[in-house]
């Protein structure tokens, strides 16, 4: 059974920083590309950061370029997002996906698994 399990979120005070973890089990995920999106209340789930299989191509939403960083340990089949700088328009339920089609596939949507999020609260 595959599951996908976040963890790391909680209440930040904006300008501060929070890491979320992704750990993915079940199966093996060799050359999956791997995600996160987000969901705000009353708003559609949008893209946040996805990451390839080598880690080498990285695509960030315009929102969190610059403040947010992916990053994945393949050992441990754990996709990581580092949020510096956070802004109360941040806030939302985060969720991780992986998706065999590689990352502009994850940028588009797809997802072959996704997780049950972990909510992100920054307060003004």
């Known amino acids: 059974q595959v599951q996908l399990v976040e963890s790391g979120g909680g209440l930040v005070q904006a300008g501060g920083s929070l890491r979320l973890s992704c750990a993915a089990s079940?199966?093996?995920?060799?050359?999956?590309?791997m995600g996160w999106f987000r969901q705000a209340p009353g708003k559609e789930r949008e893209f946040v950061a996805t990451?390839?299989?080598?880690?080498?191509?990285?695509y960030y939403a315009d929102s969190v370029k610059g403040r947010f960083t992916i990053s994945r340990d393949n050992a441990k089949n754990t996709v990581y997002l580092q949020m510096n700088s956070l802004k109360p328009e941040d806030t939302a339920v985060y969720f991780c996906?992986?998706?065999?089609?590689?990352?502009?596939?994850?940028?588009?949507?797809?997802?072959?698994?996704w997780g049950q999020g972990t909510q992100v609260t920054v307060s003004s």
């Open positions: 079940g199966r093996t995920f060799n050359n999956y590309a």
């Open positions: 990451i390839s299989w080598s880690g080498n191509i990285k």
């Open positions: 996906n992986v998706y065999a089609g590689g990352p502009l596939g994850v940028k588009a949507g797809r997802a072959d698994y």
